[in-house]
């Protein structure tokens, strides 16, 4: 190891004590009876002016409560069932003069043992000194691996020589020098004595079934074992694949009565539309547009909430292969005008509802290629009247021999980012199929069932929940077209429709458990699945001690579809995101692009030339911006920007955004973690972990929290929650700040944006 960055590493070693030690509150005085060491050798040590030997590092973390990564990498180790460490490869934990210790097993937490791979090389001056000696608490296990080793326990001495061993307990006076004119190579293994604390994991297996004969099953190739469990993933046939010909049209025609969507307005009034009616609806809408002029390739923005027109809209827009671009009531006058520019729109389906369709105009001056406005729920002066026009046209509408398919633009989405202005992840028509997972294996949608996702129209997770994968497995959908979510309002729906599927995130199922469940019929809910952001393992335990029910979780972004999962048939780890789907190839690595061990904190990424193809799901490239298409896509990886690791059974476990990692005295905190521990309190509603500058430590952690109403934050109980914190992880990932607020600043999607708490 090179001289500077040996000097940098002691540095950050005795930085790390030394912030530890003040989260203790222990003084160097008792620190120095702890390491059992002068009280001017431990402000040496402190300090990093001199090497620090193994035997003080570890009293350290044994003083702290916190295992040797802690220290000597900044982050706690991960895996809980093994891990291999390679010839050569351990983690250097001291090198002495004449010594060097490498952990054996730094990234597995809740150790019993520490195994260390010990070198002593042989000093004939030491040969003529009294043997030094140390005690620690627990046991120890020697075994020699070559050369000989002369070993004090007490008052007892042994030579031991190759495949000799000793076990001893080292709470007892004890050291070892080399002797015999070679160097000694032993393994050494620290035994605490403490127990493992296993974290929670279900098993939770789903018996095979029946493959159904989908209309879509040219197009899709899955293979399960013998519980289910997807194996692997491929589209045969996606190049010429489009999802309103292939999936509506064709359910339409072997089965045109199929239920397909069950609507209820604002007001709870019901519609039932079936694929039949589905196919049709899209016809006529088809036939309107391009009355209108809309064409294929025109940029088509829809801002339709949750109601019903939404879905023939998008399948007719599909049929002409024009590109629908789902945007939010939400946005405001500025936001249109940016997304009107930036994406080219031609033309715009808006609601009626509130002010949307007047701060569209009020963009308007501004968006010179804005031509075409339609009008949804309503009529309005300089508006086409969708509801009154629409019907007056044929519900036949004839697929061409050049239709839009495969790699042709399908479809926008304007990324919710906590900076700077949105990108466009595009879509091609491959994006659809790639939704096949999703449903099935992930929401576990049968083709007699009724999937209900929370989300609106606007957002990429409605695609997701509310249409493609979904009638790829020809299931029906549930929309409730509410413009506040009321857990109370949604909760008796459950029953009343038999709803046998859900997902919604985790935000709302934080709503959701704060009701008192027993008073309604979930009984319908065969699955639940959450998304959207990381689902904190405490709102997974109340909800499944309320309902029964567990909450599978899943992960993706806007540039992609599902691409991690707790997908049926496997068993489910509780906090984790689940495994990598089949379809696509991802990989964890570091900011150098190396891909990283597993039980190490790596970027997540996917490999965006696997076999010569983009995988069904993943974005083309952010639209009209090559940088940035550029900034995430290179190397041939696709670089998501979130953080995981992955444990030796290959499921990923989220650590945060790389951008929100907290840097503090040393140590790499991921948000999450903390945020976890938080929200056990039963009077804390929502929490946001973010860095606040520091000039000593460079970062420290902040806490933003929401209590439930009635709760007062005093400072007694700021001084509670970091105090519970410190006791429920590693101490130093306690919160330093930690500040009430009414509410916590969020994307327009609902996501806290911890860059502004």
Not at 38 to 58: C, K, N, V, W
Not at 577 to 588: A, C, E, R, T
Request: charged share 25%; net charge negative.
């Amino acid at each position: 190891m090179e001289p500077n960055r040996v000097a940098n590493q002691l540095a950050e070693v005795a930085f790390r004590i030394r912030e530890m030690r003040g989260i203790c509150g222990f003084d160097e005085a008792e620190m120095a009876l702890r390491t059992d060491t002068t009280p001017e050798q431990y402000r040496t040590y402190e300090a990093g002016m001199a090497d620090l030997p193994f035997s003080f590092i570890h009293k350290c973390a044994l003083a702290f409560g916190v295992g040797i990564t802690d220290l000597l990498e900044g982050h706690s180790a991960h895996l809980s069932s093994y891990t291999v460490t390679r010839k050569g490869q351990g983690q250097q934990t001291a090198k002495e003069p004449g010594i060097e210790i490498s952990n054996l097993a730094p990234l597995f937490r809740n150790k019993l043992a520490e195994p260390y791979y010990v070198r002593y090389a042989y000093d004939e001056a030491q040969q003529h000194r009294p043997i030094h000696l140390t005690t620690h608490s627990g046991q120890e296990f020697d075994i020699i691996l070559s050369g000989q080793l002369k070993v004090q326990v007490g008052d007892h001495t042994e030579i031991l020589s190759e495949g000799d061993s000793i076990l001893y307990n080292s709470s007892a006076p004890h050291g070892m020098i080399a002797v015999g004119g070679q160097e000694c190579v032993f393994c050494a293994v620290v035994i605490s004595g403490e127990k493992i604390d296993e974290p929670l994991i279900r098993q939770s297996i789903v018996q095979a079934r029946t493959s159904e004969d989908y209309v879509v099953k040219p197009f899709i190739n899955a293979v399960e074992d013998e519980h289910g469990a997807l194996q692997s993933l491929t589209f045969p046939n996606a190049d010429k694949f489009n999802f309103a010909f292939d999936c509506v049209d064709a359910i339409a025609a072997k089965t045109p009565d199929k239920l397909a969507m069950v609507h209820l307005d604002h007001n709870k009034t019901e519609r039932r539309f079936t694929f039949g009616e589905m196919s049709r609806e899209s016809n006529r809408a088809a036939n309107y547009f391009q009355t209108l002029g809309i064409k294929r390739g025109d940029r088509v923005m829809l801002v339709l909430k949750r109601h019903y027109q939404f879905w023939p809209a998008i399948l007719a827009l599909h049929k002409i292969g024009a590109i629908a671009i789902p945007a939010t009531n939400q946005l405001q006058e500025h936001d249109f005008s940016y997304r009107f520019n930036a994406a080219g729109v031609s033309a715009i389906l808006c609601t009626a509802d509130g002010n949307t369709a007047r701060q569209v105009e009020l963009a308007e001056s501004d968006s010179p290629t804005l031509v075409t406005k339609i009008l949804v729920g309503g009529s309005r002066e300089g508006w086409y009247d969708y509801d009154q026009e629409v019907q007056r046209f044929r519900s036949r509408y004839e697929r061409g021999p050049d239709a839009p398919c495969g790699e042709d633009l399908m479809l926008m989405f304007f990324t919710s980012g906590t900076t700077g202005y949105p990108k466009i992840a595009a879509h091609n028509y491959k994006y659809a199929l790639g939704h096949y997972v999703t449903a099935r294996y992930w929401h576990c949608v049968h083709s007699d069932g009724l999937h209900f996702t929370i989300s609106e129209t606007g957002w990429g997770k409605a695609l997701w929940g509310k249409l493609y994968g979904q009638w790829l497995c020809e299931g029906a959908v549930f929309t409730y077209d509410f413009d506040r979510f009321d857990a109370a309002d949604i909760l008796p729906l459950f029953a009343k429709y038999h709803i046998t599927t859900f997902c919604a995130p985790p935000t709302m199922y934080r709503m959701l458990i704060k009701q008192d469940l027993s008073k309604y019929d979930l009984s319908s809910i065969q699955h639940a699945t959450t998304a959207g952001e990381a689902l904190i393992p405490e709102v997974y335990r109340q909800f499944e001690a309320q309902t029964g029910l567990q909450i599978y979780e899943g992960f993706g972004q806007t540039e992609t579809t599902l691409t991690v999962g707790n997908l049926i048939g496997n068993r489910q780890k509780i906090g984790s995101m689940g495994k990598p789907i089949p379809s696509y190839d991802l990989v964890l690595v570091d900011s150098d692009g190396n891909e990283v061990e597993r039980g190490e904190n790596g970027e997540i990424c996917i490999r965006a030339d696997k076999n010569g193809q983009l995988p069904c799901g993943l974005f083309a490239g952010y639209y009209r911006n090559e940088e940035q298409t550029r900034e995430v896509w290179h190397d041939g990886l696709y670089h998501t920007r979130d953080v995981a690791w992955q444990d030796e059974d290959g499921y990923l476990w989220y650590v945060g955004r790389a951008d929100d990692v907290i840097k503090s005295s040393g140590y790499r905190i991921g948000p999450f973690e903390i945020e976890s521990v938080i929200m056990e309190l039963p009077y804390v509603l929502e929490c946001g972990v973010s860095a606040a500058p520091d000039d000593i430590r460079g970062q420290v952690v902040k806490a933003s929290i929401v209590l439930v109403p009635g709760t007062e934050g005093t400072e007694e109980l700021k001084k509670e929650i970091q105090t519970y914190v410190k006791e429920h992880t590693a101490p130093y990932k306690y919160p330093r700040i930690v500040v009430f607020k009414d509410e916590l600043p969020k994307t327009i999607s609902g996501k806290i944006m911890r860059n502004r708490l």
